[in-house]
């Protein structure tokens, strides 16, 4: 082989190479995070009272789960060591105030112990867009979970600001809470990358945004599991 052959068969494998690195590039880019749900919808105190199998829960299931969701959340893309980026906007909530969270609830094809884990959205008490990050190897129960199995759906909680047992339903002046409207949005991001709200679909341009830090708060029980 020639000298010229020589040199074009090299620059055809660097221009080979180059694209490679691109593509595998543009494949690490998209999997730096996943919409695992996003949900809008209305709570009554009528839909607390008789949500099933627990009273207050609204399920996250089936068709509002993002069907494209990884089976392992280990491997090859590393999102249990990563964080959730949970954006709540509360569209709307009766008058007067009242403090009010909800506990982010995933439900695995596989878990141990407790068998679930949750963590919470800011406490609001207005309308508004409200946001935070959260380590995913930091929120109650998130051992009790086998990640690389997968979680099957989502448990949403609505409560107070008194504590993991704390449902709104329960509240004799629950006209506090509802009816309410929410739009919830979940996103997982892998170990090592940070959210990025221009990779969510469909989401209005973000102002005046209300971003927490979950280090900032204390470890709580934010759930009672559901009973069957």
């Not at 494949?27 to 839909?47: G, N, P, S």
């Not at 299931?61 to 964080?83: H, I, Q």
């Not at 509240?171 to 919830?184: G, I, L, N, S, Y």
Request: charged share 25%; net charge positive.
């Amino acid at each position: 082989m020639n000298w010229t052959i020589c040199r074009i068969v090299r620059g055809s494998l660097s221009v080979w190479t180059g694209l490679v690195t691109l593509w595998l590039g543009s494949l690490t880019a998209q999997a730096e995070q996943f919409v695992v749900f996003d949900a809008t919808f209305t709570f009554t105190k009528e839909d607390a009272d008789n949500s099933k199998p627990s009273p207050s829960h609204y399920y996250v299931r089936d068709k509002l789960m993002n069907s494209e969701r990884p089976k392992d959340w280990t491997s090859p893309v590393d999102y249990r060591n990563g964080t959730a980026h949970v954006r709540l906007e509360v569209l709307e909530k009766p008058a007067g105030g009242e403090a009010t969270t909800w506990s982010v609830c995933y439900i695995p094809n596989k878990g141990r112990d407790k068998g679930y884990g949750c963590f919470n959205t800011p406490v609001y008490k207005d309308v508004g867009i409200f946001e935070q990050d959260i380590p995913m190897t930091k929120f109650w129960q998130n051992e009790s979970i086998v990640w690389d199995q997968g979680i099957k759906e989502m448990h949403l909680v609505i409560k107070d600001n008194s504590g993991g047992s704390g449902h709104a339903h329960k509240r004799q002046d629950h006209e506090k809470f509802f009816p309410t409207k929410v739009r919830m949005t979940v996103i997982q991001v892998s170990a090592g990358s940070k959210y990025d709200a221009n990779l969510v679909p469909n989401l209005p341009p973000a102002k005046g945004n209300s971003l927490n830090s979950a280090k900032d708060e204390k470890p709580g029980q934010p759930n009672e599991k559901s009973k069957k």
